[in-house]
């Protein structure tokens, strides 16, 4: 079982950084691919980034290559989104979740079995 809390959103200009944070529960954080999406107002949920167990694959979505970063700290059981030059369209719900232990790089929501409540990020002036 694994229990995920986000933190680090709110309100920033466009243009601007924000570094979101999941900490996670329970002792098999370290096999976990971890995750990062998104549901923007009146938009379905959709696949941001994702990281291997071991850190050494991740993948984006179009939209967000060269501007996100995904990292994890399995010491501390956190993964991190760094967002740099936000835009307004990345105006969102952004969750974190986990993927079971035998995918690599997983992109489809049905592919993750745990998520958290997720934490808001604003982009406006």
């Known amino acids: 079982q694994v229990q995920l809390v986000e933190s680090g959103g709110g309100l920033v200009q466009p243009g601007g950084s924000l570094r979101l944070s999941c900490a996670a529960s329970?002792?098999?954080?370290?096999?976990?691919?971890m995750g990062w999406f998104r549901r923007a107002p009146g938009k379905e949920r959709e696949f941001v980034a994702v990281?291997?167990?071991?850190?050494?694959?991740?993948d984006y979505v179009d939209s967000v290559k060269g501007r996100f970063t995904i990292s994890r700290d399995d010491a501390k059981n956190t993964v991190y989104l760094q967002m740099n030059s936000l835009k307004s369209e990345d105006t969102a719900v952004y969750y974190c979740?986990?993927?079971?232990?035998?995918?690599?790089?997983?992109?489809?929501?049905?592919?993750?079995?745990?998520w958290g409540q997720g934490t808001q990020v604003t982009v406006s002036s």
């Open positions: 979740a986990a993927s079971e232990p035998w995918l690599t790089i997983p992109r489809r929501e049905y592919q993750y079995n745990y």
């Open positions: 990281i291997s167990a071991n850190g050494g694959r991740t």
């Open positions: 329970g002792r098999t954080f370290s096999r976990h691919p």
